[in-house]
């Protein structure tokens, strides 16, 4: 799996080894930045984060055939353009 974000505020999910999107979702503002928690037992690694020229950013579910929110909060009031997800 991969997951792709542009200007246009689309979320993409994609098979790379098939080369194929699996699903896509579209929230407004520009997306600048992604991150995907680091993969461990409870999460599977299927939790992002996304930072948006809003300022807002989106915690995702990656499920097995949509994208499903989990968080959304106003960061900033200017964009968002690094985000990382650290171990705790």
Known sequence: MAIT???DGLVK???????????QVKYEGRAECIDILRRSD???GRIC????????????????TKLEMANVFKAHDTAVVKVKYCPA
């Open 49 to 64: 984060v996304v930072g948006y020229s809003t300022g807002v950013v989106r915690v995702l579910g990656l499920g097995e």
């Open 5 to 7: 974000t542009g200007e």
């Open 13 to 23: 999910v994609w098979d790379y080894l098939r080369e194929k999107p699996l699903y």
């Open 42 to 44: 409870v999460n599977k």
